[in-house]
């Protein structure tokens, strides 16, 4: 098992930053890769940003390329979602999330962290 533990959401004006962190614990050592996703009211969750553990590459959704960067820190078992030039549609909450080497689907979730723009 994994866990995952978020932190550092909250209420920004729009134009502001913010920066969540993405604590995993447990059995990490065949983590393939960690991503962001996103869920606002009403919506169904969306794909944000996702990094692959042992080599960093990384894949943004279209809507936060260039003003959101994902990142990690191995020794830490931490990964980063800096967030810039935030908007209004950037209020959700935010959802770190796993999975292990060969699995398709990504199975394990933390708990998730308010964010929210105001205009």
């Known amino acids: 098992q994994v866990q995952l533990v978020e932190s550092g959401g909250g209420l920004v004006q729009a134009g502001g930053s913010l920066r969540l962190s993405c604590a995993a614990s447990?059995?990490?050592?065949?983590?393939?890769?960690m991503g962001w996703f996103r869920q606002a009211p009403e919506k169904e969750r969306e794909f944000v940003a996702t990094i692959e553990w042992s080599v960093g590459i990384t894949s943004y959704a279209e809507s936060v390329k260039g003003r959101f960067t994902v990142s990690r820190d191995n020794a830490k078992n931490t990964i980063y979602l800096q967030m810039n030039s935030l908007k209004p549609e950037d209020t959700a909450v935010y959802y770190c999330a796993s999975r292990s080497v060969g699995r398709y689907e990504y199975h394990y979730w933390g708990q998730g962290t308010q964010v929210t723009v105001s205009s």
């Open positions: 447990g059995r990490t050592a065949s983590t393939y890769d």
